[in-house]
């Protein structure tokens, strides 16, 4: 679609397969096109690239007030509302959906380079490089993510986030709170924040950079890989960029290093702590104090983050620990200890000695029971 608008589209249960550049709505906008009030509910399966709930690939558009429901799969670019997106904005729209894919893959995009606002995902993402609760690839000066968050669940392999796979952009007044299981470049955030590499013009070689930055924003799903060096409560991989006033809960996370700051349950409970930071609780945050953590003012009640009932897993951990290390003690206390007979082969308290009646030597220990035995030939006789 080339400078074109759709306006209040719903379209249900659809199946669609197709090869690259596949969306519920269209495959392509450009050029300023505008979609608002779409709804699309159904499963896009596609085998290649640029595939999203709504919209494949968007560039110098804008999509607002707009959701994808159900399941979309690819290989590369797969996002549950946009696979990829070039300039323009997303505003006010999220993506409910089951996302399966490999390489920048997003609950709500894929493949980022534009501005996304009151914005949020719920469901689970699956796949292998670069993926993110909301965003798989977050890049570069034009990528901005305000007013976001993101509950779903996310597994990958390497750049893993809970809202960003791998973010040089920027982030601002956003948390993510679902798990995030991968091997490395994992965080409860972002999985790598930055890059740096270096290119060779055959004449000369130039290390370029890339920064992400992280502003106002916190995480607290629980946070698994393999590489520890590369894995965190809120960032995974740190290479170039800053990260200010953010927070991790290290107790949900079970994970107490990272860049930005760690704090306790109880802490991200409290308003104090974002406040004392520099949050604005005026216009953009608020929570209910030692209840939920802070949510977006446009927020519905029934979406608002509360931390989960029951123990820590770290806490379950500790426990099991010190259970063991308690069995453990009784095992070796008891080892230590002499084993008592059984009463019926206890002996009783010896009275005298007399001859044996057997070898005549005067080794017959006699008993209070009646009963003996001789030391010398080993002849007893019962009480």
Known sequence: MDRGDISNLSLQNVQIEGNELVGGIAGNIKNGSRIQGAQVRGQIIVNNWRVGG????????????????????????????VGERRL????????????FGEHEIGGLIGYNIGMVSESYFTGQVIGNRRVGGL???NGRLKARITFCYATGDVNGIEKVGGLIGENQGNVSDSYATGDVNGTEKVGGLVGQLGDRFKVDFGWDEHIVEYPGNIESSYSVGMVSGDHNITVGGLVGQYVIGDVNNS???????SWW????????????????????AGWDFEETWDMIEGETYPFLQ??????????????????????????GIVMFLIHHIKKGEPEL?????????????????KCEENTFEVYDDGSGICESCGHTRKG
Do not use: H
Request: charged share 25%.
């Open 341 to 357: 007979e059984d009463e019926s082969t206890q002996k009783t308290i010896q009275i005298e000695t007399e001859e044996c009646p």
């Open 247 to 253: 927070f991790w809960d290290k107790e949900s996370s």
């Open 135 to 137: 965003i798989g690839w």
């Open 88 to 99: 323009g904005e997303i505003v006010n729209s999220y993506a409910s959906v089951e996302v």
């Open 257 to 276: 290093s990272s860049a930005g700051t760690g704090l306790n349950t109880d802490e991200m409970l409290k308003k104090d702590t974002f406040i004392d």
């Open 298 to 323: 446009w927020q519905e009640e029934d979406t608002y983050p509360r931390p989960e009932k029951g123990f820590p897993v770290w806490t379950i951990w500790l426990i099991l620990i010190a259970a």
């Open 54 to 81: 709504l919209v494949g690939r968007s560039e110098y558009s804008t999509i607002e007030n707009s959701y994808a429901e159900g399941r979309t799969s690819g290989y590369r670019k797969v996002g549950g509302l």
